[in-house]
DNA sequence: ACAGGATCCTGGGGGC
DNA sequence: TGCCCCCAGGATCCTG
């Protein structure tokens, strides 16, 4: 249960507002979902729901652990010395508070936020590529077509697709586009084991790295062989990200 | 509608 | 040591 919600000095990009510390004040947590980057924490009654942006932590740590810079949000929990940290060095993130399912639900869906990956029907999504001529590293990273999906993992699913990122949607092959859905799916999946991607900052809700980087098979590999052909890794810019690809392999 | 760029931030690394 | 530049798991706004 919450006890009390000590605010940082350094505001987030939406701030925290004070009438979420008295929300959330005595709850319990019930469940602790994800939709989409969206950390959704399911209290007995309103939502906090957190973004980790580039370079956010969501812990849990002891009191008596020292808290490091950039420490923006500690939920105290009652009758524990237990306490819940938001940190984020460059505070991209974001930690809000939705009063209950209905302002949660219209949160979302104000957003645009696409389907779930893994729930997603392929109709819905040949039907997306096929009415754009955007490509498709640019498709994988909008959130409104399909959520969940960044630099990394846009990258790693074009590598397993075998297709170029600068292909546009409108030119894959429904056979194409199914494996791009099947490769998103696949690499979300693996990355998921190994509890996500540690470049530099991000660490799980234990504190614990994640060991996805380890299996990056082109993302930040530039210049590095191909695992499949040994032909030179790439680097471009597309949709103003990095872009990691094999200019053998992938078509 | 979409591409491209700037912006919000802080910090690490490389070159000089 | 310092300075300057580029780079970074993201999203949003603006211009053309």
New binding site residues.
């Given amino acids: 249960m919450f006890a009390s919600v000590q605010v940082g000095r350094?505001s987030l990009?939406r701030p925290w507002l004070p009438q979420w510390s008295r929300l959330v004040r005595g709850r319990k947590i019930q469940a602790v979902q994800r939709r989409?980057?969206w950390i959704v924490i399911q209290l007995d009654g309103p939502f906090l729901v957190i973004?980790l942006?580039?370079?956010g932590q969501l812990t849990v740590a002891s009191a008596q652990q020292p808290t490091s810079?950039?420490t923006h949000l500690i939920f105290h929990l009652a009758a524990s010395d237990q306490q819940l940290r938001f940190r984020d060095?460059?505070?991209?993130g974001s930690a809000t508070c939705y009063a209950d399912q209905q302002a949660l639900d219209v949160f979302f869906e104000s957003?645009g936020l696409g389907p779930e990956p893994f729930a997603m029907e392929g109709k819905y999504w040949r039907a997306c590529l096929a009415?754009?001529?955007?490509?498709l590293k640019?498709i994988l990273?909008d959130?409104r077509v399909v959520a969940g999906v960044?630099?990394?993992y846009a990258d790693e699913s074009l590598f397993e697709a075998r297709l170029h990122p600068e292909r546009l949607g409108s030119q894959l092959t429904a056979r194409e586009a199914g494996s791009l859905h099947k490769a998103i799916v696949r690499v979300l999946n693996h990355a998921i084991e190994k509890r996500?991607?540690?470049?530099?900052?991000?660490i799980g809700g234990s504190g614990l790295k994640g060991e996805f980087q380890d299996e990056f098979r082109v993302?930040?590999r530039t210049d590095e062989p191909c695992l499949r052909c040994r032909k030179a890794i790439v680097?471009i810019?597309?949709?103003?990200?990095?872009t990691h690809f094999c200019p053998r392999c992938q078509k």
Avoid: E, P
């Fill in positions: 350094q990009r989409g980057k973004h942006g580039m370079t810079d950039h060095v460059r505070r991209f957003s009415k754009t001529q955007r490509c640019a990273l959130q960044g630099n990394i996500g991607s540690s470049i530099r900052d991000y993302y930040g680097r810019v597309l949709a103003g990200r990095s």
